[in-house]
């Protein structure tokens, strides 16, 4: 039934699928409450079903948005929705363990893959770290490589990760309705020397994104 429809595309009405397949309606609701369960078909109030869009397995590794993508054969892409210097103040402080009063850079940009809105990151790290940075070198930039080229190298990191759901700011800027399923990550990266370089919150869609762990069994 799937295979010749695409990402986007509306299911056909029931009483076709019940005609085309020679199956009962509560078979045929039966099969499309599974599809919608797995993830393969969306349901939306008042349209009707669609074929889902392919969810994008994240390996937890300490890798950039933008290796992500391209190790999935997707085009990475985005754009700074803000970029601006403030004060760090007493919680971004203490991620970045800097003085409440020293400056950081607060950068908000909006990830796409192929195009698709994927992600909204707020990425905060001392100013101090780069002061020369500019809003036009990260419009569809991976701010790691560009720690590479300054010579910072990036040791060690941090990453919690928790179910959300999207406020009615960030499903506008995601396209997504308001309240849609998303996952928060929270990261601090920080070199040889333990210092911190960056405090990242990414708000990732759900509908789009599955994580994807490697298990091993404990040392004896």
């Known amino acids: 039934m799937l295979e010749d429809l695409e990402p986007g595309d509306a299911l056909p009405s029931e009483r076709r699928l019940v005609e085309d397949l020679g199956v009962s309606r509560p ?25 889902a869009e ?8 300490m890798t950039s948005f933008t290796e992500d ?16 210097t403030e004060t760090a103040g007493a919680r971004i402080g203490r991620r970045l363990a800097l003085p409440p009063t020293e400056e ?6 909006l990830r796409l893959a192929d ?12 100013r101090a770290l780069m002061p020369g940075l500019r809003r036009d070198v990260l419009e569809g930039r991976s701010f790691y490589d560009l720690l590479r080229g300054a010579g ?4 060690s990191g941090t990453e919690t990760i928790e179910p959300t759901v999207t406020t009615l700011e960030e499903a506008a800027e995601l396209g ?20 911190p370089l960056e405090y990242v919150r990414s708000l ?6 599955r994580l994807e762990l490697d298990l091993r069994p404990p040392s004896h």
């Open 27 to 51: 078979t045929l609701r039966q099969a499309v409450d599974g599809l919608v369960a797995e993830g393969l078909l969306e349901r939306r109030h008042g349209s009707g079903t669609y074929v």
């Open 115 to 126: 195009g698709a809105t994927m992600a909204i990151e707020t990425l905060y790290l001392p």
């Open 152 to 155: 910072i190298v990036i040791a």
């Open 204 to 209: 990732y869609r759900g509908d789009r994104y």
């Open 104 to 109: 950081v850079f607060t950068i908000r940009r």
């Open 54 to 61: 392919p969810r994008i397995a994240v390996p937890l590794t």
């Open 176 to 195: 997504v309705p308001v309240h849609t399923p998303a996952f928060l990550f929270e990261r601090v990266t920080r070199d040889e020397d333990g210092r």
């Open 69 to 84: 993508m391209i190790r999935r054969g997707m085009k990475p892409g985005g754009r700074v929705l803000s970029f601006r």
